[in-house]
């Protein structure tokens, strides 16, 4: 007779809790596929994302908690991941509702590399193994086509009897960008409701198909496509980037109040340039000061994503197309920049678990 | 404890008024003239500071929507509509005895 049961086994997992969301791994749902067998246990815990930073851990926890049933002669523990939405907005179209995370990556002032940033938080992402896209929102200074080296115009294909655009497939992501409408060197010169019109296309006239996360490179500041996103369109949250100076993190601080205002949740802060290791000397000189962005992010308590140093083969491969973590994926920055990635996605899990608060409004008339 | 959020808006049309209850249990009820009177927009307000109340007689609401994740637009029957009141806002003006005491903006 089977001494070990179902009861027995999931009453011990609710003792592990998912280190991110803090509630148990059952009540949560995570735990799949669950089979006993003379004493074999086998089951499969869905993580919240592929990118998940804390697979060892929830593994070694489930072990410790199953420990204490007699009668277990061998435990097999598989991972699967079904990353969860989070998007939320009750007052916004959802023009994009196959894809599960909206990402904005945002910064104060221009300059501080969020498109460098976005680009290889994208390609992260997609190594980990999730469905992720990529979505030039900076009309002014789209740099996105450039920095993924695509050439190609998007193509018309027919979707359930419409048409859509099709985006270019670039180091396996799908790019879509205003960039790629305008002849070069030309300039959008546009007022608002036209900014909006623009962007509502590029997000509903697109088919994208099933997407995890769509990484947003957004246009620096606190204007029109920000409010466009903010009262119009359903995002998970945003992301912002800063460099380690004082006067940069003046800006960062206006991004963050603009947001807490129009409530888009902040998912993380990350500081770019942060130092830069000389070839010649092996010396870190830290050009920007450092640690304001994690400063700022502890004064804010708002989650530290990370640190990306200066390194000449991101500006030089940047250039010809290709993000250093497609390029050089074992490099000391793209471990940075995977890592990152894994955080990003831990604080949208926790996101997805919040954002339902959200979406609860209800209006009537009685 | 983040800022409290309304759960239900309910247009109640006989009693001219407007019931917000909140995620932290709290409800108020809003006239409409009182709504309409704190009307946050520019054209209402201007740019001078401290928020004004502008008389609306038997002002009538055509639609109330919600605009992102912080904010109730109300459209009225004249056909003003430029009024996002964000949630913070609203829960300000919230006319009930107990708010009303610290209601900043009210004058009464």
Redesign the interface.
Same mark, same amino acid.
């Given at each position: 007779m089977e001494t070990v049961t179902r009861d027995l086994v999931l009453e011990a997992l609710k003792k592990v809790e998912d280190p991110e969301i803090h509630r148990d791994i059952v009540s949560l749902g995570m735990v799949k596929d669950l089979e006993i067998a003379n004493g074999k246990v086998a089951f499969t815990v869905e993580l919240t994302t592929p990118a998940c930073p804390l697979r060892e851990r929830i593994h070694d926890d489930c072990k410790q908690a199953l420990a204490g049933i007699e009668g277990i002669t061998a435990l097999d523990i598989s991972f699967g991941a079904q990353v969860r939405g989070s998007k +939320? /907005?009750? /007052? #916004?179209t959802d023009l994009l509702p196959t894809v599960k995370n909206v990402v904005l990556v945002a910064s104060g002032k221009g300059g501080v590399g969020k498109s460098t940033v976005a680009v290889n938080l994208a390609a992260a992402l997609k190594m980990h193994g999730a469905a992720t896209g990529l979505l030039d929102a900076d009309i002014y200074g789209p740099s996105v086509p450039i920095l993924m080296g695509i050439k190609e115009e998007p193509q018309k294909v027919s979707v359930n009897g419409g048409f859509k655009l099709a985006p270019p497939i670039a180091h396996n992501l799908p790019v879509m960008s205003i960039g790629f409408f305008l002849e070069p060197d030309q300039a959008v010169i546009w007022r608002g409701p036209m900014l909006g019109k623009a962007l509502h296309q590029l997000m509903g006239d697109v088919h994208w198909g099933d997407l995890d996360y769509l990484v947003v490179d957004m246009p620096p500041g606190t204007g029109d496509v920000q409010i466009t996103f +903010?009262? #119009?369109l359903k995002v998970s949250g945003a992301v912002l980037v800063a460099t380690p100076q004082d006067v940069a993190l003046a800006d960062v601080i206006r991004a963050k109040s603009m947001f807490d %205002?129009?409530?888009?949740p902040i998912i993380g802060i990350i500081e770019n340039m942060s130092y830069f290791v000389c070839d010649g000397c092996g010396k870190r000189h830290e050009i920007f000061s450092r640690g304001g962005a994690q400063r700022a992010a502890e004064r804010f308590k708002i989650p530290f994503l990370g640190e990306v140093p200066i390194i000449p083969s991101i500006r030089e491969w940047g250039d010809k197309g290709v993000p250093i973590v497609v390029r050089e994926p074992n490099s000391e920055v793209s471990k940075v920049f995977l890592q990152i990635a894994s955080r990003l996605a831990g604080q949208l899990s926790v996101i997805s678990e919040t954002s339902r608060?959200?979406q +609860?409004? %209800?209006?009537?008339? +009685? | 404890m983040a800022n409290p959020i309304p759960v239900e808006i309910n247009h109640m049309k006989e009693k001219g008024l407007v019931r917000i209850t909140w995620d932290d249990g709290h409800v108020g009820d809003y006239p409409r003239d009182y709504l309409r009177g704190y009307c946050p927009c520019a054209s209402c307000q201007g740019h001078g500071g401290g928020i004004k109340f502008i008389s609306v007689p038997d002002a009538k609401l055509a639609e109330i929507s919600a605009v992102g994740n912080y904010a109730i637009l109300f459209q009225w029957q004249d056909g003003h509509s430029t009024g996002i009141y964000t949630f913070e806002f609203l829960r300000a003006l919230c006319p009930c005895p107990g708010c009303k005491e610290s209601n900043p903006h009210a004058e009464k």
């Open positions: +939320s /907005g009750a /007052g #916004q +903010s009262q #119009q %205002k129009v409530m888009i608060r959200a +609860s409004l %209800k209006i009537i008339s +009685s | -």
